[in-house]
């Protein structure tokens, strides 16, 4: 049997002012891996919201701290896919209130055969 990576890609609004996005079902779509920036963008870090049932989301956490990376401008910014291992839904929460409505793109794989 061969196997293959299968990447998706689901987009995430954080919405002027706010500084949290909508959710994005990844479940079925393998680990979250990457989020990918917008060519405007007001904070330089984002951390995330996970939940497993759509409706109730908690900080991501790892290893006894939330899950934060460092973020620019038009950027792929990779990330740990162990993190995210088992979450079904994920928000991103930028470190300031966006200046404008932002879509942020969250990349996920997983291995199909």
């Given at each position: 049997?061969?196997?293959?990576?299968?990447?998706?890609?689901?987009?995430?609004?954080?919405?002027?002012?706010?500084t949290?996005?909508?959710?994005?079902?990844?479940?079925?779509?393998?680990?979250?891996v990457?989020?990918?920036?917008?060519s405007?963008l007001?904070?330089?870090?984002?951390t995330?919201?996970a939940?497993?049932?759509?409706?109730?989301?908690v900080?991501?956490y790892?290893?006894?701290?939330q899950y934060?990376?460092?973020?620019?401008t038009?950027?792929?910014?990779a990330?740990?896919?162990?993190?995210?291992?088992?979450?079904?839904?994920?928000?991103?929460?930028?470190?300031?209130?966006e200046?404008?409505?932002?879509?942020?793109?969250?990349?996920t794989a997983?291995?199909?055969?």
């Amino acid at each position: 049997m061969s196997f293959q990576q299968a990447i998706d890609a689901v987009d995430v609004t954080i919405e002027s002012s706010g500084t949290t996005s909508s959710a994005a079902n990844v479940y079925g779509k393998g680990n979250v891996v990457a989020v990918e920036t917008p060519s405007a963008l007001t904070g330089t870090s984002f951390t995330f919201e996970a939940s497993t049932d759509g409706s109730t989301y908690v900080p991501v956490y790892n290893e006894g701290t939330q899950y934060s990376v460092t973020v620019g401008t038009s950027r792929y910014v990779a990330l740990d896919p162990a993190v995210f291992a088992g979450v079904k839904w994920v928000k991103v929460v930028s470190g300031s209130s966006e200046a404008a409505s932002r879509t942020i793109t969250i990349v996920t794989a997983g291995i199909v055969g």
